[in-house]
């Protein structure tokens, strides 16, 4: 995929998703007791069907006040501050490996690893932050659509990375919708996360597919995503015009390369050029039904 287009792309999600993270995560505190703490919840931590939060079992024992101060910090740093926020995380973590304060963590680094480009961080920490709570919407939803766009074909474990990037996806789009809005968050910036997310997810999945061939299941996947998505990603319309092309949907195909085209990224000459050949490709050769 475009580094450049997917640098600015995880600058648009990060600043959208960081937001609602923060949020979450302050108003997790708030609910705590003093002595039988609930662990913060962090972005789109959730039970199944309930709420934000997954673990209902008693939280372990209240976090040294040094370690609530250096967790404040963290929280503090504001979210553009990738950096900071990141020498922060890894510190505290070092520090305080068995903490309670990891999921939110987690949670937050995993973005910020992505906001700079960091992917195999990004991973890593994503899965530790899934160990802890499966049904982290956000960090699967993130997980699921960067793993099959930083996908190396060559790699030892190729086949491995894109089955864990369609589990990924695939949670992501059951517990996502499930999620309750926080009352410190409005409406409209809830549904704008959660679509968000999922937008992420569904282009997730549908990479997924294109790289392992069946451009037909590709193609409501990122038609989804694109629908979702308050900001279309060229590289999603780009996607679907190569699996609609691979379909012999010529016209399709076309069209959305076009719109790939039409929007300002380093992708524009090749999507471009797509279209013309799938134009010529449809002036020549049978379209196949849908």
Request: charged letters at 25%; hydrophobic letters at 35%.
């Amino acid at each position: 995929m475009d580094r450049k287009t997917n640098a600015g792309r995880a600058g648009f999600l990060t600043g959208l998703l960081l937001a609602f993270a923060g949020i979450a995560v302050a108003q997790s505190q708030q609910q705590q007791p003093p002595q039988q703490q609930q662990p913060p919840a962090q972005q789109q931590d959730k039970n199944k069907v309930q709420d934000l939060q997954l673990d209902n079992a008693a939280p372990p024992p209240a976090a040294n006040p040094e370690e609530d101060a250096a967790f404040k910090n963290f929280s503090d740093t504001p979210n553009t501050d990738a950096k900071k926020k990141i020498e922060l995380g890894e510190a505290f973590l070092q520090k305080y490996p068995q903490s309670r304060y990891r999921p939110p963590i987690y949670a937050t680094l995993t973005m910020e690893y992505l906001q700079t480009g960091d992917v195999q961080k990004m991973q890593d920490t994503g899965e530790k932050e899934l160990e802890l709570n499966p049904n982290d919407g956000q960090t699967l939803a993130i997980l699921g659509q960067t793993i099959p766009r930083a996908f190396n074909p060559n790699a030892p474990d190729a086949a491995k990375q894109l089955d864990k990037a369609e589990e990924y996806s695939k949670r992501a789009i059951e517990v996502i919708p499930a999620m309750q809005k926080p009352a410190t968050v409005s409406e409209e910036a809830f549904v704008s996360a959660k679509n968000q997310a999922l937008s992420m997810a569904h282009s997730g999945l549908g990479l997924v597919d294109v790289r392992k061939g069946k451009f037909n299941e590709a193609i409501p996947e990122l038609e989804a995503s694109l629908k979702l998505d308050s900001q279309p990603d060229p590289v999603n319309y780009y996607l679907l015009g190569v699996a609609n092309k691979a379909a012999s949907h010529f016209s399709d195909a076309e069209a959305a390369f076009n719109k790939c085209a039409a929007i300002q990224s380093s992708m524009q000459p090749t999507c471009k050029a797509q279209a013309e050949e799938a134009k010529k490709l449809g002036a020549t050769q049978l379209s196949a039904p849908k």
